[in-house]
């Protein structure tokens, strides 16, 4: 579709005044009254990027709505902006918004520099996990490594489990466990299940300076030696992973143990980089490359498809579409498959510290990022359903699916299995209709009945689809924070809590 060019002031005002209106008319109608008006509708609203399929028949919108915000998209220059982001302007410690290089390898000359670093760094990883899988890494008494614990906070430590979490296999040889908090009690709790001798963590953080991760990091080396002696070779039981390969090396954590990332890649963008060194730990170099690609493939549609055929820009704009002007307050991510369960703190974490500010003049009179809140959509049966379906504030949902259940090396728990996928996806879109359709709220009259979901389905939860979806929730968040006109790479609030966190600590601790 084409629409005329809009650059001034006024025309910005004349077309937010005719989202508004169109808003109002939009609010008068039931999701169950749009269905019923529309034959096509689901086959209108239903786009496909590679393993990915997004669904949004169940939002409050129609084709003209998206005409309309379509329109925004030009105004806002969206598409320049995309552009920018996909050149050397995002390859910078000031605006780290470089991730998309993590992955790229094709028509990135000009970042050949920076490519070769990367492909560097992988062949580093891919040897350092070969080395603890082969048993030729050995811990200070000869032993070879069966526990490996990441000692993270924030993006690092976000990225990593959620990466982890939802590509377990059962054939995975290497335990891996998660320890963030502060307060030690993460870690403490692990050690009465870990063999010191056979124990590697990993202590990974963009700067080398987070108080949270120094804290475990001491943590873990007075427990290594009461247990293993003083006079052991610590080096062998520690892998940093930084940007900072001084504060590592000052750490005692020799450089043939460490691993790069750089500074023009945001910890909570980071999942294409070292920090997700537990995947290609346990899975392989292959099944990581693999991650990549999919991300990559996400990549490349975000860079060349059309404003109203890009399905980040899309799912951006229907994202202000519900927070500006249908006043929708909270977004609710449901997965339904357990392997996706950390995928609302992924995005949680994603959009509300790249979105959830109101940085510029403008962005104050914009309502920007809105909570974004999820479970476990089976468990989710006994909390947030009850507030999604009576609550008093209003909401929008996001259900995400697998099509293809998990392969296990058993038959007989296979064939349990895939009934209860079945099952499990089977109640995902029954109860996206069940909260667009059906009002349980007797006479009520707070809001419109029917709460607007997108049901996003992935072919399999594998590396490729993982990558893909992670791309997708990455270039969502960065349109956002465009419409929104905020960065999406700074973190002030963050930063201040980093420093004050860090003199209480050092008070206490002198």
């Known amino acids: 579709m084409k629409h005329k060019p809009l650059h001034k002031k006024s025309d910005k005002d004349a077309l937010y005044s005719a989202l508004a209106k169109h808003a109002k008319e939009m609010g008068r109608l039931s999701l169950l009254q749009l269905h019923s008006a529309d034959s096509q509708r689901e086959s209108a609203l239903c786009w496909k990027l590679g393993p990915l399929q997004l669904d949004m028949s169940l939002q409050r919108l129609n084709s003209q709505t998206l005409g309309l915000l379509a329109q925004l998209a030009e105004l806002e220059a969206v598409g320049a902006e995309i552009h920018k982001l996909f050149s050397r302007d995002s390859i910078s410690a000031s605006k780290p918004g470089g991730h998309w290089l993590l992955r790229q390898h094709n ?21 350092l996990a070969s080395d603890i899988n082969t048993g030729q890494w050995r811990g200070s008494t000869g032993l070879s ?24 296999r059962e054939s995975d040889s290497i335990k891996v466990d998660f320890a963030s908090t502060l307060d030690g009690m ?40 009461e247990r293993l002696g003083q006079g052991s070779d610590l080096s062998k039981h520690f892998i ?82 519900n927070r500006n ?81 998990p392969t296990l090396p058993s038959e007989k728990f296979q064939r349990q299995i895939n009934s209860r996928h079945e099952t499990c996806n089977k109640l995902c879109y029954a109860t996206a209709k069940q909260f667009a359709f059906e009002d349980t709220r007797e006479q009520s009259s707070r809001r419109i009945p029917g709460t607007p979901s997108t049901i996003i389905a992935l072919d399999n939860i594998d590396p490729e689809s993982l990558g893909a979806l992670i791309a997708l929730y990455e270039h969502r968040t960065f349109v956002q924070s465009v419409l929104w006109k905020v960065d999406p790479f700074n973190q002030k609030a963050v930063d201040r809590d980093k420093m004050m966190s860090n003199r209480v600590y050092n008070e206490i601790n002198r």
Not at 196 to 220: G, M, R, W
Not at 286 to 308: I, P, Q, S, W
């Open 107 to 127: 028509d990135a000359q000009q970042f050949q520099n920076e490519i070769d670093e990367i492909r560097l760094e992988i062949s580093r990883m891919s040897k």
């Open 240 to 321: 940093g992973i930084s940007s900072s390969p001084d504060r590592m090396t000052e750490a005692g954590i020799p450089q043939k143990n460490q691993l790069r990332v750089w500074d023009w890649v945001g910890g909570r963008f980071s999942s294409c980089s070292a920090f997700s060194f537990p995947v290609l730990l346990t899975k392989g170099a292959n099944f990581y490359k693999k991650m990549l690609k999919g991300a990559e493939t996400v990549d490349h549609h975000f860079r060349t498809a059309r404003l109203e055929e890009n399905i980040p820009v899309l799912m951006a704009l229907v994202d202000v579409w």
């Open 325 to 405: 002007f249908l006043s929708i307050q909270n977004r609710i991510l449901l997965p339904y498959d357990s392997r996706l369960n950390l995928l609302p703190r992924f995005a949680s974490q994603l959009e509300l510290e790249s979105c959830g500010k109101s940085s510029s003049a403008e962005s104050e009179k914009l309502r920007t990022a809105g909570m974004v809140l999820g479970e476990s959509g089976l468990d989710a049966r006994h909390s947030l359903h009850e507030y999604i379906h009576n609550g008093s504030d209003s909401c929008c949902c996001e259900f995400i699916l697998s099509k293809a259940p």
């Open 186 to 225: 993460q870690l403490y709790r692990l050690f009465s299940e870990l063999p010191p001798e056979q124990t590697l963590f990993i202590f990974a953080s963009k700067s080398f300076a987070t108080v949270d991760t120094h804290a475990n990091f001491q943590l873990a080396r007075d427990w290594l030696i």
């Open 145 to 168: 490594i069966t526990n490996i614990v990441y000692l993270a906070s924030g993006g690092p430590s976000t990225v990593a489990q959620f990466t982890h979490h939802a590509l377990w």
